[in-house]
């Protein structure tokens, strides 16, 4: 806390306080009084004190403007300070309620469950069936290349598990080379089944890694349902995008990482649209009460752009298909006005 000047008048002190809180700079006035001299009575000497440091040399120059005008209209902004401190108070009072509506026992700030962030739940469901069944899958499934039936002719139980839960089946494919085929069927399942399977024991720990981790924030904020919509949301329209883009040899070979293919598997796409939430919520949400770091927003883009130029056999599509679709449900999300964040 540093102190900026001393004004002599209480009424002038307490309205250029104000007008500092209007432009969001916190400032103390310490009011006492002025010692008298030959005998006459003294008066006050009101000290103004910022707190924040990176604010003082903007209150300084603010209060030089006051001291040459101090009656001007611009600083008669008391109702105005008022109403925004109605507003916080209330917020703060808000938070507390749903934080101990959460957890009746805790206090109403310190430790929590997201370090004292007010949240719906404690337990993660939809995000631990996730992790589940993307194992379960994962491994009955050959990690994408199940083992052949000894039997000719025949399917083994990984082929007719994996065929059965990708994108499209190739019999179906093969014929007209439609990617929609199995699902123009009635098998809508594969819409979704594929974010299941995982091309080996790595694929499969990294998407779970994040599947948890960006996960468990929201739902705990946000609830299971809407968890759980922004999973399928994100996963889905990133299996789309994947398929939608042009194959291999219709492209340079330099944008070779953005072709498409009907039989990508993985949770990537929804994990790229949970991060897309995080990311672009807060922004929009200036009270939500997570955020993701900078270098965690640099580091999941810089990965992005690195896959799509220097690594093979990956669903770029899906990583940009997903990141779209989880900044979109935040864009929207942000503007609702149940938004208990906003």
């Given at each position: 806390m540093r102190r900026i000047g001393t004004l002599t008048d209480p009424d002038q002190a307490r309205r250029f306080a104000d007008f500092l809180f209007t432009l969001s700079i916190e400032c103390n006035v310490d009011i006492e009084d002025a010692p008298a001299a030959d005998?006459?009575?003294?008066?006050?000497?009101?000290?103004?004190?910022?707190?924040?440091?990176?604010h003082v040399e903007r209150?300084?120059?603010?209060?030089?403007?006051?001291?040459?005008?101090?009656?001007?209209?611009?600083?008669?902004?008391?109702?105005?300070?008022?109403?925004?401190?109605?507003?916080?108070?209330s917020e703060e009072k808000r938070k507390k309620r749903l934080q101990q509506k959460v957890n009746p026992k805790a206090p109403a700030t310190g430790a929590g469950p997201l370090m004292g962030v007010p949240t719906r739940q404690q337990t993660i469901p939809v995000v631990i069936a996730m992790v589940v069944l993307s194992v379960i899958a994962s491994f009955s499934t050959g990690f994408g290349s199940p083992k052949t039936s000894q039997v000719p002719g025949e399917l083994s139980t990984?082929?007719?598990?994996?065929?059965?839960?990708?994108?499209?089946?190739?019999?179906?494919?093969?014929?007209?080379?439609?990617?929609?085929?199995?699902?123009?069927?009635?098998?809508?399942?594969?819409?979704?089944?594929?974010?299941?399977?995982?091309?080996?024991?790595?694929?499969?720990?990294?998407?779970?890694?994040?599947?948890?981790?960006?996960?468990?924030?929201?739902?705990?904020?946000?609830?299971?349902?809407?968890?759980?919509?922004?999973?399928?949301?994100?996963?889905?329209?990133?299996?789309l995008v994947q398929i939608w883009l042009p194959p291999e040899d219709a492209l340079p070979p330099m944008l070779a990482?953005?072709?498409?293919?009907?039989?990508?598997?993985?949770?990537s796409g929804a994990v790229y649209g949970l991060f897309g939430y995080?990311?672009?919520?807060?922004?929009?949400?200036?009270?939500?009460?997570?955020?993701?770091m900078p270098s965690n927003v640099a580091i999941m883009l810089g990965w992005l752009v690195f896959c799509i130029f220097f690594v093979e056999r990956i669903a770029n599509g899906a990583h940009i298909g997903g990141l779209v679709a989880g900044v979109v449900i935040a864009v929207v999300i942000s503007r609702m006005p149940s938004d208990r964040f906003a």
């Open positions: 005998g006459a009575a003294g008066g006050k000497q009101c000290h103004l004190w910022i707190r924040d440091e990176s209150a300084k120059q603010e209060l030089q403007a006051f001291l040459q005008s101090p009656t001007d209209e611009k600083y008669r902004v008391g109702d105005e300070a008022e109403r925004i401190r109605k507003q916080r108070q990984e082929e007719t598990i994996f065929y059965g839960l990708s994108f499209v089946d190739w019999r179906d494919y093969v014929i007209g080379k439609d990617p929609l085929a199995s699902i123009k069927k009635g098998e809508v399942w594969r819409l979704i089944t594929p974010l299941f399977l995982h091309g080996d024991t790595y694929h499969l720990a990294f998407n779970m890694l994040g599947i948890f981790f960006l996960g468990s924030a929201i739902e705990r904020l946000e609830g299971s349902w809407f968890m759980a919509l922004l999973l399928l949301a994100s996963g889905i329209f990133g299996g990482g953005l072709a498409g293919s009907p039989f990508s598997i993985g949770a995080l990311w672009i919520r807060p922004a929009l949400s200036p009270s939500y009460p997570v955020r993701m």
